[in-house]
DNA sequence: CGATTCTTTGAAAACAGTCAATCTGTGTGG
DNA sequence: CCACACAGATTGACTGTTTTCAAAGAATCG
C-alpha cells in the first residue's frame, strides 16, 4: 500500500525493519480523482504530502483572478504548502490533481516525531530542502533574466517527462507568461 | 568580538556556557572595507557567513553582462551562495560589501558539528531555511504578477529600514527592473 | 456526438527596456 | 576653496516584447 514511498525512502536512506515499521504506522493513503482539491485556499495545511501516484498541481490566484503555478509534483514528489505548514495559518495556494492520483499524507506532528526518532531522515529533509532552495533561486533568476522563449525552453529541459502531461496554458501559468505567448513562442522556435 | 553574534543566537535559542564557547571557537572575523568582495564568481564558497556590522550584497552577473542581486545582507543577516555550498560547485555569485562591514565566518565542517552537538541550533537552522524558502516563493510570485511599481512598494513596505542605504539603481537589479524604469515608477507614484 | 476545454491566430494596446542626453550630488585633487 | 571628474538619477523619444481582446479552429472528455 506505501511500497511506492517505502521504496523512495529506502533509496535515499538506510532504514531497519523497525523504523520501515515506524514510516508505515504514520503513512495515511488519499486517493484523488481527476480535478479534485488536496488543499483549498484558506484552510490550513498540516501534513506532508508524497505524490506516489498521478500528478498534482500547487497553484495560486491572485487579485486579477489569475492563476499562477507554484509547482507540479509527479510521481515521487511532496507537494503541500509550507507558508501555510510552518506558520499554521490559512494557505494561499491550492492544490488540485490533474490525473487521478494517490497521495500519502504524513501529519505534521507524527513527521516530526519521525525526523526526531531518525537522524539520518532528518539530514536528508534537511537536504531536500536545501536543493528546493537553490531551485527557486534559480527559478528568480531565470524569471528576472529571461525572455519568453528561453523561460520555455528551459522548462523543457528540467522537466522533459511531464510535459506531455500537462496542459499548455498551465505551463504558461507556471512560467508567468499568457498563454497566447506560450502558444507563439512554440510555433515560433519551431519555425527557425 | 562575536557579541552581536552570540546575542543574536541566545537571542533565538538557549546556550549553555559551554556552548557558547564551543561556537566562538569555530567563529572567524573578517573586515571587509566598502567595495570589497567576500566570494567571486568561480571560487566554492565554503562558509556559513553573519553579517555583524554592515551591508553586503549577493548578485550574479548573465549572459548579457547585466547584474541581478539576489539578496541584501545587513546586520544580523546572513549572507553566502547555498548552491556553492551545497554542492560544493564554483559559485555563480559574487558577494560584495556595500559598507564598511564586519564578517563572522564559520567554516562548513565546523557548523555542521555545532548543529549536531546543538540540537535546539539544528532546530532553529531549519526552521530559518523553512522561512527563506517562503519569502523566495513570495517573491517568484511577486516576480510573475506584479507590476514595476507594485514590485517597488512591496520591496519598500518589507525592507523600509534599508532603503536609504542602498542606491536606487540596486534596488532596479534586485527587482529585476531597469534603472530608468525605477526612477519612472517612483516619479509617478509621488505624483497622484 | 455534443459540449467543454484548449490552442492558435490576428490586431491593437500597454508596459517595460534601450539609447542618449542632461542633471544632480559627492568627493578628490590641484 | 574651487574646479573637475565620476557615479548615480532623471527625462525624452523610440523600440520591442508581452498582454489583452476577440474569434476561430482543434482536441478531448463524458
Known amino acids: 500500500m506505501f511500497d511506492n514511498f517505502i521504496t523512495y525512502l529506502t533509496d535515499k536512506i538506510e532504514l531497519t525493519p523497525e523504523q520501515i515499521i515506524m514510516v508505515e504506522q504514520v503513512c495515511r493513503l488519499k486517493k484523488l480523482r481527476r480535478k479534485q482539491y488536496l488543499l483549498q485556499e484558506g484552510d490550513i495545511w498540516r501534513y506532508n ?3 506516489s501516484k498521478g500528478l498534482v498541481r500547487t497553484f495560486r490566484v491572485d ?3 489569475q492563476e499562477h503555478i507554484f509547482q507540479f509534483s509527479p510521481e515521487n514528489w511532496w ?5 501555510s505548514y510552518v506558520y499554521e495559518e ?8 490533474l490525473e487521478d492520483s494517490e497521495i500519502i499524507l504524513i501529519p505534521k506532528g507524527d513527521f516530526e516525531t519521525l525526523l ?3 537522524p539520518a531522515y532528518n539530514t536528508f529533509q534537511r537536504m531536500l530542502l536545501e536543493r528546493s532552495f537553490v531551485v527557486l533561486q ?9 525572455t519568453a522563449e528561453e523561460k520555455y525552453n528551459e522548462f523543457i529541459k528540467m522537466y522533459p517527462d511531464i510535459i506531455n502531461r500537462i496542459p499548455q496554458h498551465m505551463i504558461a501559468a507556471y512560467l508567468g507568461l499568457s498563454p497566447e505567448t506560450l502558444s507563439r513562442v512554440r510555433n515560433h522556435s519551431a519555425k527557425k
Do not use: C, L, T, W
Open 138 to 146: 534559480n527559478r528568480i533568476h531565470m524569471g528576472n533574466s529571461y
Open 63 to 65: 487579485e486579477k483572478g
Open 49 to 51: 504530502a508524497f505524490v
Open 90 to 97: 490559512p494557505a494561499k495556494f491550492n492544490i488540485e490533481a
Open 116 to 118: 526526531e526518532a531518525i
Open 79 to 83: 507537494a503541500g504548502d509550507r507558508q
